[in-house]
């Protein structure tokens, strides 16, 4: 089946700077890669998400990109603001299964003022 | 409109007992699926809806683990002779169409269940 996975598991940075999380999956058969952020207490919230057929997808500050051939994705936010402080989850799916949602370990990230 | 919503918010079970989780899905949403949250980990799959159908079940840990959908709306996650290593955040989603991939997954706040 297939595996995903994320890192860092943990990344600090200061207010206004950008962040990176970077996920790789194994099945060469997904297409469809959506970011989750998961706030304390809470259940996980779809931030952007891409498919395979787009290489990178902008939405504001967050922005997505994907290399299928390396079978990795990424997150980029800029201007890190105190809210952005969450757990980050990459996912991965293919089509014409049950769509179910394999996760990465997520990746706690904690923007400091 | 209303999310996804799950009862109870939190479950505590003396290791043995059966526990019922139940989630309401958003009104319309064809597709539900049911995910396991160990503490620091993401969400694992555990069962997936098609409407009243349940048409994947693969993530199910064990056989004390049973998952319905009736009516094809509500869905109920039942958990029979609880363990500790039960004890997680469970996590309900819905999405709008059949299941064919890609579509977005909204997540319920989620039940925590500690089994003591």
């Known amino acids: 089946g297939e595996n995903v996975e994320q890192h860092p598991s943990t990344l600090s940075v200061q207010e206004g700077d950008s962040a990176v999380i970077k996920c790789t999956y194994s099945?060469?058969?997904?297409?469809?890669f959506p970011w989750y952020k998961q706030e304390l207490g809470k259940g996980p919230q779809l931030i952007i998400d891409?498919?395979?057929?787009?290489g990178e997808k902008k939405d504001q500050r967050i922005a997505v990109t994907l290399n299928k051939t390396a079978k990795h994705f990424s997150l980029h936010i800029t201007e890190t603001q105190p809210e952005d402080s969450a757990v980050y989850f990459c996912?991965?799916?293919?089509?014409?299964?049950?769509?179910?949602?394999?996760f990465g370990t997520g990746t706690r990230l904690q923007v400091t003022l | 409109g209303a999310g996804v919503s799950q009862s109870p918010r939190y479950k505590v079970a003396k290791r043995g007992q059966d526990v019922a989780l139940r989630c309401d899905p958003i009104?319309?949403?064809?597709?539900l699926f049911w995910y396991q949250q160990a503490l620091g980990q993401g969400p694992e799959f555990l069962t997936y809806?098609?409407?009243?159908?349940?048409?994947?079940k693969s993530g199910l840990p064990s056989d004390r683990f049973f998952a319905e959908r009736p009516e094809g709306s509500v869905s109920t996650l039942k958990i029979q002779r609880t363990q500790q290593e039960d004890s997680a955040v469970y996590l309900c989603?819905?999405?709008?169409?059949?299941?064919?991939?890609?579509?977005?997954?909204?997540f319920g706040p989620g039940t925590r269940l500690l089994v003591l």
């Open positions: 009104s319309g949403h064809v597709s």
């Open positions: 989603a819905s999405s709008l169409a059949g299941g064919l991939g890609g579509e977005t997954q909204y």
């Open positions: 809806f098609q409407n009243e159908a349940q048409l994947d």
């Open positions: 891409i498919r395979s057929n787009v």
């Open positions: 099945d060469s058969a997904s297409n469809y």
């Open positions: 996912a991965a799916s293919k089509t014409g299964t049950a769509s179910k949602l394999t």
